[in-house]
């Protein structure tokens, strides 16, 4: 059996102070430790072979033994600094044609703040068990005792959860075969709370000696709080299958959020990093601008976080979800709270919206945070047919944000500012939350008008026509054309260029306050691939 780890107790302090100075150092991992942790692993080797040696020249100089094997931390050698800048300016350049990327906020300690924790399960030819990460794109096992992005009492229990199986002599499932029992482990830590909730996937629904083993386990680790047993008997790439049974406790964790106490189940979306995730709600609903009027939807509301949160500075939620297990921790965390002004459907948000529009209803507020696909057209058209004054859009994925705000922003929205927020750190994925409200006029002047018919007058069906004519223009500027092409084209235009496709078109030209007069070179022209970009970026402003 393995030894118990030396582990801190929960509610005890982290001593951040010496942490971060090794953080600052870059030197987070000790030689020593990383040349014994390096050491360890490389023993250990997946059955089905080593893809490649753990022991690269590159490897050595990293902060992680089997970085750049198992794909998980792209950024994790790169002063935290750095990371922080690349994240900004991914988002800036993708949301730079709607609006400028506030400042990023980043994380005072930016290791171990993963809360959610899965090791797939293997053994090598002589029979030793193995746990770890699948290496990116494969489904080699790239054995991991450490990890410097997840909670330390996961990876502890995980260390401890492939002595056991030795112990109890349970084999672990062969994906090729489909022969073996224990496939995955996924372990949940409650920050503020401390809970921890382990779930146990085994490919057939008999764990044996099941009772010794959750014992055996919680002897090990007085810290668990529950234990869940989930049959996976498919041939997936998916982690837990359908049926689930508690071993031990509730079934589930819960943990603080702004104030508020989630029940969070094995099978819902909770967000993995808790410390940010505070900031970022915090600045989601600031966004909002509630007053305590409004009606408001929180759609793809998970296990109905956001809107929980707002609920007090709002007259009423309406929130929608697909996952039945999310939507019932949502119910449960509302009568948890005692708040009774939420209401949670379980339906596809896209459909939910539309339904919403057909039935003629309305909302002043929208929060939507959608899964990394984003939204779609059917959702974001429906959000249009609303007509909430403020949208509040929170994303994890750059590139899709951009592509929703694109049609959101030609529906008559503005983008009114994007703070990024850093929830995933030594990875290359970043947050975003958006704000977005109606289009307004740059400036009003009073007329006064007669309608009818003669002279000074104007004719009644002309209204329509003359408004459309004097609405006043947004300046598309020549500085916002280059930057939508660089950000949506990956290459640079020149003012020149744009200026020969605006002539080309017919379109008025503006004196220019720095333009050359007398050129000393011939002017170059813009090959078809450039003048279609810059075609296409005057179509987005609306300028043809
Ligand atoms: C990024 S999570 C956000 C959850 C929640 N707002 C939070 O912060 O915890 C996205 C959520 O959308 C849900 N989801 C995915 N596709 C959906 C769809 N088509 N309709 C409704 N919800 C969906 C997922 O189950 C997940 O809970």
Known sequence: MAEKKATKKFGQKRDFKSEKKKIKDNTYMKKKTYKETAKKQKKITDEKSEPKKVTSKKNEKSLCPVHGKCGGCQLLDMPYEKQLKKKQNHVSKLVQPYCRTEKIIGMEDPFHYRNKVHAVFGHRKDGTVISGIYQQGTHFIVPVDECLIEDKRADAIICDIRGLLKSFKIKTYNEDTGYGLFRHVLIR????????????????PILPSKNNFVKALRKLHPEITTIILNVNDQKTSMVLGEKETVLYGKGYIEDELCGHTFRISSKSFYQVNPVQTEKLYAKAIELAGLTGKERVIDAYCGIGTIGLIASDKAKEVISVELNPDAVKDAIVNAKRNGIRNVRFYRNDASVFMRQMADEGESADVVFMDPPRSGSDEKFLSSVVTLHPKRIVYVSCEPTTLARDLKYLTRHGYRV?????????PATEHVET???????????????????????????????????????????????????????????????????????????????????????????????AEKVEAIKDALKHFEVI
């Open 189 to 204: 830590t409650g920050y503020h709370s401390g809970q921890v909730m382990v779930v146990l996937v085994l490919g057939s």
């Open 416 to 424: 009114r500012t994007a703070v990024p927020f850093d929830m995933f």
């Open 433 to 527: 939350v958006v704000l977005l409200s109606h289009k307004k006029p740059d400036g009003h002047i009073n007329v006064k008008v007669e309608f009818g018919e003669g002279e000074g007058k104007v004719p009644l069906d002309n209204i329509a026509k003359r408004a459309e004519e004097y609405k006043p223009k947004e300046r598309v500027t020549y500085k916002m054309i280059k930057e939508y092409i660089e950000a949506k084209y990956g290459f640079k235009v020149h003012t020149a260029y744009i200026a020969e496709v605006k002539r080309d078109l017919g379109l008025p030209m503006y004196d220019a306050p720095n333009a050359v007069e007398e050129l000393k070179q011939p002017r170059k022209h813009p090959t």
